[in-house]
């Protein structure tokens, strides 16, 4: 998904780039590798004169971890000099997987999480293993670590992992 860029500072003090480079230091409290660019979860940066908006969606509605992340977006603008800042949280339209970043998924991989395949992919479609690449896997709970995720077990390896669940 594309961020939506609105600069109506007439100075040019803010400078979108520097914005997005602050973002992309926030991290999802439950999986501390992405951050909220890979995950996809910022629609909005809008840049007042006064103000400084960030508008984002949350991955399930009333996810337990968009406190923390709207906490973690005001600190660290804060650090970086920003003092007028306002965090909206909108559900419409929903959050899906297809807006988590190509690099994104390749840090879940690596951290151990079976990443989501595209939405528009068979829902019958294969959950690799993030340990040994096999398809050779099954779903054993719907349920995960989290809500965004299921527990699965590899039939070749016998790991069990986490895969994030797509919509």
Known sequence: MKIAINNINNSNKISEE??????????????PVLTILDLGIVRGVHILENEIEIVITPTYSGCPAMDAIATDIRLKLIEAGYKNIKI?????????????????????KEYGIAPPARLSASKESAIACPQCNSINTKIVSQFGSTACKE?????????????FKCH
């Open 18 to 31: 520097e914005i997005l480079t602050i973002l992309s230091g926030v991290t999802d409290p439950e999986v």
């Open 151 to 163: 527990l699965c077990q590899c039939n070749d390896c016998l790991e069990f992992f986490d895969h």
């Open 88 to 108: 909206t949280t909108v559900l419409h339209p929903a959050w899906t997987t297809d807006w988590m970043s190509e690099a994104g998924k390749i840090k879940l």
